[in-house]
């Protein structure tokens, strides 16, 4: 038993149908402050469809979500990013016509100035200098003046992190984050995560075992909607189930 | 950071100074405008149209969503301004900004009823809910003339610090608006430079980002929505002490019609756009509507060409040309 305060985010039996069809049946898996935690499994095994229930873009069908022993399964969306819970998509997600820099400090402004009306942006200097230096810790210090669109694949990638970041989370949620990455790019980004996780906890979906197997302290392995395994990389790698799993699906 | 300016033309320097002081530029060009225009009557009312068409562009340019139904707002602060005027003998200052809280709170309940759609629903549903307040008006013949409009919006003289003018001296009438004008100008551009104007522009390049940072954005939506119709509800407060006489037009569906076809002329999203918009739509009409009585037909032609060729209206693509990058 880990005691509660341990559990920084925690779902107690979430399922979630769409339609007929069910796409996460039962998940019960309690996250560990501070750990660094992924969640893999094959296609099709709700990986997607858990990672949106966690970070509240949609609510479970059945269930619990627990953030520090806060019930968040009927918050809305974004309640979540206010209780300290930040995002990036496994789709490349800015605002393309924004500067780098203004990407930020919107994500930064988030926390406590939604409803200034009547002051200019520019009388918070504070904001301008916390997002370069969120861009400069991400690698994107040089470009924080070009527009998001004009940014190259990784480049953006790196920029939601740093969006992300902006609301000084308690817990991060990254949605494959190499998603469409060149081999030289997702080094860099495997860096940038195991800087960032150890700082903060950290969650990540990961379709690619290989990649997390090194980097991560816990593995939640989902499949069919449910969960087939939890522990250790050491467990998980000796665990038959999951080993019956990637390799069915490897065989064919 | 050492960043050498490339050599920029005269046309980029000169837009670079309008892009920067925009208020002052388009003061500056409104104090001037009715030199430039036939009569003083066509530029008051580019003034006024220019201003509804400003208001529209807060919800179409700036927070990406595109209302059906402006014409509710325009016509509830015509409305009011003469109601105010005509029946309870409110003074031209209070009717004004009688008409202008009536366009809001209408703006609030269309707003509270539509931002719970998206895109070609959030259209159909504005522009349902304008239809509704046009019939609304219709029916309340008493107050508001039906479908004669409301006559008798008569100002002979205004009283502004002590001193009489004459409201029907149309040079008097136009400055005495374009005071008006002004003043919405140097406000639109404060909330545009504002943190709210930066979580608008968010809400518009992309909704689901702006929710997982933490913006509730179907409030972010409402407060824009509100904004725009008080706007516009100005807008139409002067309209009604310009023209005299609310027509029932006011409040139709093609008044909103006209007011996308004028951002979308001018340039969404630019803050001059609207009024380059306003100017072109009413001198197009005034010009083509002598020689022939099929003149939408013609300022429909212009319309589509500019949405195939230019789709980022006049401003807009002289700002892509010329402007500061």
Redesign the interface.
Known sequence: MTAASDVILATEGVGKNFGGFQALRDVSVEFRRGKLTAIIGPNGAGKSTYFNVL?G?FPPSTGRILFEGRDLSRA???SF??AGI??S?QIT??????TAQ?NV???I???H??????????A?PELYDEADRLLASVGLG?RRLRRARELAHGEQRSLEVA??L??RPKLLLLDEPTAGMSPEETREMMGLIERLAAERTVILVEHKMKLVMGLCQRLIVLHHGELLAEGTPDDIRANDEVRRVYLGQGAH | ?TVLDPPQSTARRWLGHVARHRVAATLGFLVLFPLIVPYEALAANILVLGLYALGFNLLFGYTGLLSFGHAAFLGSGAYGCGIALVHFGVGWFGAILIGTALATLVAAVIGFLAIRTRGIYFAMVTLALSMCVYYAFYQMEPLTGGENGLRGVNLQTIGVFGFQLSFLNPTVKYYVLLAFVGVAIWLFS??L???????L??VR??E??????????AATKL?AFVISGAFCGLAGALNALHLSIVPIETLHYTTSGQVVMMALLGGMGTFFGPFVGAATFLLLQDVLSVLTQHWQLYVGIVFILFVLFFPRGIWGSLLDRFGPR
């Open positions: 970070s873009a809305r969306p974004h990013a206010r930040a995002k998509f997600n800015v605002f393309p016509e924004l203004e400090r919107v994500a402004q988030a926390v100035r939604r409803f200034e009306l009547f002051r200019h942006r520019r918070f040089d969006m992300a902006a609301c | 950071m404060r909330l430079a504002s943190p709210f104007g930066a979580v522009e968010a390049e992309n689901n980002r702006a929710r997982a940072c933490g913006y509730d954005v407060v």
